[in-house]
């Protein structure tokens, strides 16, 4: 059941082979058996859940619906939930229950999905370990010892280890694409604007975007579907119709073009993860796909860039976070100074210190201009290599990650070694473009993913490259040992 | 030493929009605390704001009037500070690409006409309110006027003297409410002023060193506040010490102003463009239609009352001075089939006084323009005398009747029959013969003594011209 595509969960809905809520329940218990030691999800949603999980099979027993009606997920606890609390992963937050929910995560709810709970991950979405939650880490199940990567570490791993059929995640700087390498599934980031961003806490807002991530291309793109679209209420939400991801899946791949960026094949990439990357375009190659070298001159500048831009938008996004009216406030303030000192100063964790100061400090007068200009600068020549690569081709392919999952603890102290971790995925933040990360090996037992970058508004192209290489390959529906075992 | 005055003025003008610039929360005044805030305002996490079309509208409408120049992309920046009203912790305002541009407005001072300029003006949002009573120590927040839409309008440092600076604050308080953008109450901070104010020696080019006099309310504050600062500037530079540059606060109370910050302790703001929100794009097709919605402009309005009414420079400017007092006066002209000099004495004076007794605003006026028109018409035609005509708008005060309604009901009707009136001086001769000997012998003045007796026998009916050509003919014998 738990390696079933959600097609054919869909069908045991339907045909009622399984009900909502006993399909809810068989994940719920997955999660209390599996979980202990995973710490993946954080919160659980079991009584709201079930009774969701009735109203779908009502609806199914009445043949409405569609393919999402009934089925579990699991919501990143950075999209807000009204009645279920939504803490980002951090103690400033353990308290905040939001009185209205992300229109992401409506829009699934509309679809009929149920929602089981909340997963851990990197607090405020910084890290991309999942070492920063408050929560305390997440393991990854490919490997107890390694992290599941971040920030969206918690809706990898549990997707990984089959606790749901899908869950949310947000991608700042590779969030959902970084987890999804080190966990061997499936994740989308789509276009800057597709999903809306309104309920979903902000880290840095010109560069969040909310996806989907499953165990497949195609579960992926269904998903993706119903959470995208134009809302009213994030004003950079981009009206414009998502193609028909799931009609876009049948689509041949002969005489598409695939670009390699030579500076994403250089030696900071592990040989055994190139030689798994440059398989898997071969594999591209023998659907029909093109294969040429194309240059991003200004990538090698992307993490730089970042560095600057997400943290200047944090340290203003998280200023709301004062200890006046609502999340951690500090025990007896003596003046407002104490107040606010004690509450931000006891409610967030370093990570998250950290960039607000270096956002405070690039934003400084005198230092605006060598600091946050220049970044800005550096992103619309980043983004122009890619409109440039674009003309030449229709996907660009590289790894996901530089490394394999590392051993947790391994980069905590040294920010400069984790934030080079997301060296291959940051650039295409900075550029607004869609992008997915597959599975396509494995070395030293670890998950290895490809990533695929897109063209604006492209996902169904995206999709579609992925999910024809998934029609080649199963590491997609390799499932980490002793997670193959019922609950 | 002759000193010079140079002031500048940030006017901080509340839009009158339905809902807030960035939320569908009301910005109605005067509610229970908090209950105006929804999670937007309230700046709870994951929430993101939407620009108000209306407060972008009302900010063209403004630059237009002007004569500024609007800028085709505007963008909002965000002001970082720390402040328990401020929700978000950050302003969210314009800083480097305000909406309008550089643009101008005349002012008139003892009869010069001077050209002020104005710099910019920006859409920013306002804060909330810090209760510092009735917590016991502690600080109450109130977030009802968070996210209430502003347009910060910055002038030229070219006004030299407070009437100057008074006369452009009453200039654009008559402008925006005129454009319809800003209800204009200055009680309720709908109509705000910051002031900078520097003294040089007369014949200097450079500025001196200028200190900014924060929320000022009122007219009489604005003045009174400048002619403090510059008083208390030329001492400290004429002690031989040098004039800080600092935010000052006037204490109405003292009649001072005293330091609040000065500019080393200013706050790095932190500006930079706020990503939540796209930058505004002002199109020719919403210029035109703003341009076409523009009303027709004070000094315009000022000009056409004096050609269209006959009407004296004075009486032009104050009943142009309030758009809703204009439409008032015309409306009334109109219904007094076109007494408009009787009209604006009346509107200016009577109406005016019982309104300012009331404290009511000519717009909820209880006697509508159409009655007032109904009123001055019957005194036009000597149906009833001005003295009677006051006691008649006492009565529409407070009643829903008309001029000639009243003046039927209670038979105010004025007494211009000759023959009613001679009967009634015949009889009050005769009884009053020593009176008549003494007019005759050359006491004059008694006529005042008939004059009273008859208006007292005729409840001042009488009609005084008529009233006045008998008892003269009569008296004289």
Redesign the interface.
Known sequence: MYNKSLKELSASLRSKEVSSVELSQYFLARIKHFDGELNSVITSNEEVALSTAQQADKIIASGEGGLLTGIPLLHKDI??TQGLR?S?GSKM?DN?V???T?TAVNKLELAGAVMLGKTNMDEFAMGSSNETSFYGGVKNPWDLETVPGGSSGGSAAAVAARLAPLASGTDTGGSIRQPAAFCGITGIKPTYGRVS??????F???LDQGGAMAKSAEDAAIMLQAMSGFD?????SVDKPMDDLLAGLGDSIKGLRVGLPKEFFTEELDVDIREKVEAAVDALKSAGAIIKEISLPNINLSVPAYYVVAP??C??N?????G???GHRCESPKD?EDL?KRSRGEGFGNEVKRRVMMG?YV???GY?DAY?KKAQQVRRLIKQDFVDAFKEVDVIASATAPSVAFTSGEKKDDPVSMYLSDIFTIGVNLAGLPAMSVPCGFVDKKPVGMQLIGNYFEESRLLNVGHQYQQLTDWHLAVPTGYEQEA | MQWETVIGLEIHAQLATKSKIFSSASTAYGAEPNTQACAVDLGLPGTLPVLNEQAVRFAVKFGLAIGAHIAPFSVFARKNYFYPDLPKGYQTSQFDKPIVGLGQLDIEVDGDTKTIGVTRAHLEEDAGKSLHEDYHGMTGIDLNRAGTPLLEIVSEPDMRSAAEAVAYVKKLHTLVQYLGICDGNMQEGSFRCDVNVSVRPVGQDEFGTRAEIKNLNSFRFIEKAIAHEVERQIDVIESGAKVVQETRLYDANKDETRSMRSKEEANDYRYFPCPDLLPVAITSALLDEMRDSLPELPAAKKQRFKQQYGLNGYDSEVLTTQRAMADYYEDAVNFSDGEAKLVANWVMGELSAALNQHNIEIVSSPVSAERLGGLVKRIADQTISGKIAKQVLELMWSSEHSADELIEREGLKQISDTGELEKMIDQLMADNIDQVEQFRAGKTKMIGFFVGQLMKQTQGKANPQELNKLLQSKLKG
């Open positions: 999209f807000c939504t980002c937050l905040f939001a009185p209205y992300a961003r309104y309920g979903m806490i902000a840095a807002s010109s009213e209420k994030d004003s950079t200047a938008e340290s203003a998280l200023s709301r976070f004062d006046v009216r609502f407002l606010y405070a934003l400084s007068a605006y946050y």
